[in-house]
Each structure stands twice: as C-alpha cells, then as structure tokens.
C-alpha cells in the first residue's frame, strides 16, 4: 500500500509540474502576442538599463545525469548555446566589470555571470562564448578550486537520493533551502541523519567528477583570454550566517588570493546565495570591491546601489518551450521582462510611499516563500 501511495504522490507531482508549465507556456504567448515583451525590451533600451543573467552550471545530457546539483542551477549545452547565438545577435553584450548603465542604446544591453565556478564553464561554456565573443564574469571560492563535491547542496542531495531513491527534485530543493537558514555547524549536524554507509551511496569516480570546480590552469588559461573573475567569497559561506570576523575573513582573503594569483586587482564580488546585510555590504566595500551582486531579480540603472546589482538567475526551465528546444519568447519572459516588471514595481513602491524603509536585504529563501502566480 504504501508503494501505492508513493507512486501516486509522483504521478501527480509529475502532473501537476506539467500543468503548471503549460500554464506558463501559455502565458508567454499571450505576453508575446500583445506585444507587452517589445514594450519591456524598448524600456530596457532606452532607459539605458542593463540586465544581468546568473548561469551556475553548463552541461551536455550525460553529465546532467550523473551531476548532483539540483535543476534550478543547470542549464544543458545544446540550449545554452541556442542562447548565446540569439544574444549575439540581436542584444549588446556587456562587461559586469566595466559596463556603466543610463545611456539609450539601439539594442538591449546584457551582461553575463557566473557562480560558483564549476570545472564545465571551462569545458563547455568557454568555447561558446569564445564562438560568439561574448563577455562574461566567473565567480570562484578560492579555497575550493580543483575540488570533487565542494559544496554542501551537492552532497546534501547525494545524501538524500541515497536515503530516499524516490525523492523528487522539488523536496530535494525544499530540504536545501530549509538548510540554507543554518550555520555551517546546524547544517552538517541536519544533514548528518542522512548520512549512509559509503557502499551504499552513488559509486564510480566520474559519477561525482563531474562535479569539480575549475582548476587554477582553467582560471588563468580563461583570464588570459578575456574572461574576468570575481570574487565569490573563499570557501561559498552564506554570509549572513557566520559571525563578523569569519565574514570579514572570507571576504578579504579571497580577494588576496585571486590577486596574487592573477596579478591584477579584483573589485567585483558576488553574494552566496544572494543573502546580505547592511554590515557585510560594509564589510564587502572595505575591503576594496566596487561592485557587487546580488540574486533578486531587476534591473542595474545608474541609481542602483553598486554593491548590491539585481541579477536574473538562467537554468534550463527559463529558457525553453514545450518542445524542449530554447525558446526566445521564454527567455524574454523570465529575464527581461521579470527584470522589468521587478523594476516598476520598485519605482510605484517608491512613488506612493516615499518615506517608506527599504528593505536592507533580499534573499534566494525570501523568494522561494513567495508565490510566483506565472508559474501556477
């Protein structure tokens, strides 16, 4: 009975998931059709606006299968560079390092990063964006380069399909981000009841090689031809979770590390996760980065705050229709015109409550709570 019960759950699970994306399917050609993504795209332009696109990972069909990082980070090749080829014609693709918004230009203006800096950047996404000359920012956690399985989501979800193989994506997702909330030491106590004897996890090298970060080679190799890297902090801590000094630590001694590794000065930085404060932004400035990013989606104008710039997350869903091939119209939608619509909404907030607090952060669990109704 109970094996009943759990294949049923994953029926309608499985249903409702392609219900749900049927639903947003359908909502992108109505946005299309009324024309209401050209209005947003002539905004962005001419109101000189850049949007920032966030990739995690790139990777072809058999590495998607053996890799334990969960789908809302994962973006497959072939679409990825479907992607690149329509950016490069028909958008002005920016440096994160230099670009300065607040001009009107004929086209618009995307810049692109990278987290975590996973060895398939390297393999996969560099020729792309070599094809194509495409600008793009990675950033890396120096004490973790050249690492197997370095961070915990990864082995959070090896833990959990060995203890449950009918676990969905979706509850892997929810553990995580219910995970995310704790210190480093919580953490690995909540994620230690998972733990099983190691005959019975995920066997084989390549299965978990799949998951390493790139090397210092891949990183200079990349640097030397144009490709410029940030700072991610030293080993991915969420910020907003360790004491003052650790923050302080992670932040300085990354950017000495990628200093004197690559003998050029490093001033742009990435939050973990996304989560900040007013105390690591100050934190963040002092010790010397200039530009920053966050994970809430909008748009970089001149009046944003430059260590805290709205980026657009990418992964697979966001960018392909119902045949599974990239699809433009979805693009447009979960980037450019969320990017957009996040924006107005900021400018009526502002406008109707001009002595209103701003809120001093916004995290990736703070946009998990709340209910996206394009996608019901």
Excluded at 162 to 180: C, F, G, M, N, Y
Aim: neutral net charge; hydrophobic residues 40%.
């Amino acid at each position: 009975m109970e094996d009943g019960s759990t294949g049923y759950l994953q029926t309608m699970h499985v249903a409702t998931r392609y219900l749900r994306f049927m639903a947003r399917c359908a909502w992108v050609c109505v946005l299309a059709w009324t024309g209401s993504l050209r209005r947003a795209k002539r905004h962005l332009r001419e109101s000189g606006s850049i949007v920032t696109l966030t990739f995690h990972r790139v990777l072809d069909d058999a590495a998607r299968q053996s890799t334990n990082s969960l789908p809302g980070i994962i973006i497959r090749e072939r679409t990825f560079q479907e992607l690149i080829r329509y950016l490069a014609g028909c958008c002005e693709l920016v440096d994160f390092s230099d670009a300065k918004p607040g001009v009107a230009v004929g086209k618009v203006r995307l810049a692109l990063t990278f987290d975590d800096g996973w060895s398939d950047n390297f393999s996969t996404a560099f020729p792309i964006l070599c094809a194509y000359n495409v600008p793009a920012e990675i950033f890396v956690c120096p004490q973790v380069v050249d690492t197997v399985m370095p961070f915990w989501p990864e082995r959070a979800s090896l833990l959990l399909r060995a203890a449950r193989p009918d676990i969905t994506d979706r509850q892997i997702a929810e553990q995580v981000e219910s995970l995310k909330r704790l210190g480093p030491a919580e953490r690995e106590q909540s994620m230690e009841r998972w733990r099983l004897e190691p005959q019975k996890q995920r066997s084989g090298d390549n299965a978990l090689d799949v998951d390493r970060t790139l090397s210092w080679d891949q990183i200079m190799e990349m640097d030397q031809a144009g490709i410029c890297f940030g700072s991610h902090t030293d080993s991915h801590q969420i910020l907003t979770t360790i004491p003052p000094d650790l923050v302080r630590e992670e932040v300085e001694h990354s950017k000495a590390t990628l200093e004197r590794t690559l003998g050029k000065t490093c001033r742009v930085f990435a939050y973990p996760n996304g989560d900040w404060s007013p105390e690591t932004r100050e934190m963040v400035a002092q010790a010397g980065f200039t530009r920053a990013a966050v994970t809430t989606s909008g748009v970089w104008t001149s009046a944003s705050d430059p260590l805290a710039l709205p980026r657009s997350n990418v992964s697979e869903s966001d960018a392909v229709g119902i045949s599974g091939r990239f699809w433009p119209a979805m693009f447009e939608y979960t980037t450019l015109w969320k990017a957009y619509r996040a924006a107005t909404r900021t400018v009526r907030s502002v406008s109707v409550y001009p002595n209103a607090a701003r809120p001093s952060s916004v995290t990736k669990s703070d946009l998990s709570n709340s209910p996206d109704l394009s996608k019901a």
